[in-house]
Structure formats: structure tokens, C-alpha cells
């Protein structure tokens, strides 16, 4: 529905997800503009005026009518330090009624279980709160890290895209997934 928004913040046993503020910019940059994080991504590493950029799109989208872009701030607990961030974007809800799922985390959080906690959060929000039909998400192929998290949170792999995507080695296959509304649990 158009007019539906997700109640925010939301919060797990051990992890917030809120809006964006002007305060994470530090915070957001260390994880942006770091290779490693970076690597299988389309974006970065960033120069800190990318990152700024980004983050005033992030906090002018709050306010649009519908909203289509959630990109939300990790932290952890009542910690206001930003850990990384999840991103919600809806697509056409008059005719397709999904949303596309992604993330990034800062290299000390790895291997933590935060990103499928998270997500998992922020699916069933995204379910309940914008009523959406169907959750999907690319990621590189190379970045078993990802598929690992997207195949732990139930999606299924729909497709696999041949060099599909341009990055800064060449052109890479992507991985498609999606979960429906029915099948999430």
C-alpha cells in the first residue's frame, strides 16, 4: 500500500535499526570508504564527500510520500554507534508490491550473525508493516558471505545473472534471490 510506512526503530534481542542521521556520517564513512567492505559492492570505496553525499539522499528520503527508500542505521542495543546499514527499497507497489533487501557492515562485525538478525527483522517488518508481497536481492556471486545470509534468512536463488555487472575487476555474474510473503517465517 502506498501510503504505509514501517514502524521504526526497529529493534531485536541484541540490535536497533533506525533512520540515518547527520551525527553517523564518521561512522558511516569507516565502513564506506574500506576495500574490503567495498569489494563486492557497485559503490565505493568512497571519498568522504561520496559518503556525505549519500547520507543527505538517505535523510531527505525519510520525509518523501510515499517512501520508498529505508535505508536504516545498525546499531547495537542502545548504543547509538552506527555498526553498519540495512536498506529496504520498494518498488512498484500499485503492480508488483515488492521491496528489494540489502546490506553492509563494518569488517569488526563480521562473523557476528548481525546482518541475518537484522534482516530478519527488517523482512518481517517490511511484510507486516508495508504489507509487501515479495522481498528480493542481488549480490555478486563471489561473495559467499552474502549468499550465506540470504540463504539463512529463507530466500531462494531464482536466478544467476552472467556477467551482469561491471565492477572495477570486469564484468561479474550476480545472484538473484526473493522470498514471497507466504513462505517467510
Not at 526497529?10 to 567495498?38: F, N, P, W
Not at 531527505?60 to 529496504?88: F, H, N
Request: charged share 25%; with cysteine; net charge negative.
Amino acid at each position: 500500500m502506498p501510503g504505509r510506512r514501517l514502524h521504526l526503530p526497529i529493534t531485536t534481542e541484541r540490535l536497533v535499526l533506525r533512520d540515518l542521521r547527520t551525527g553517523d556520517l564518521d561512522a558511516m564513512h569507516a565502513y564506506a570508504s574500506h576495500k574490503d567492505v567495498t569489494r563486492f559492492l557497485f559503490w565505493g570505496p568512497n571519498e568522504l564527500e561520496d559518503t556525505c553525499g549519500s547520507l543527505s539522499a538517505f535523510i531527505a528520503a525519510q520525509a518523501e510520500t510515499p517512501r520508498i527508500i529505508y535505508e536504516l542505521g545498525l546499531t547495537l542495543g542502545e548504543d547509538e554507534r552506527l555498526l553498519g546499514a540495512l536498506c529496504l527499497y520498494r518498488g512498484d507497489h500499485e503492480t508488483r508490491n515488492d521491496a528489494e533487501i540489502g546490506f553492509v557492515l563494518h569488517p569488526d562485525c563480521w562473523g557476528q550473525g548481525y546482518v541475518t538478525e537484522a534482516a530478519q527483522a527488517l523482512m518481517s517488518a517490511g511484510f507486516t508493516d508495508l504489507e509487501l508481497h515479495r522481498i528480493w536481492a542481488t549480490c555478486d556471486a563471489r561473495n559467499g558471505a552474502s549468499v550465506r545470509v540470504l540463504e539463512k534468512l529463507g530466500m531462494q536463488r531464482e536466478a544467476t545473472f552472467r556477467s551482469s555487472r561491471k565492477v572495477a575487476e570486469g564484468w561479474v555474474d550476480e545472484h538473484s534471490y526473493a522470498v514471497l510473503r507466504a513462505e517467510f517465517t
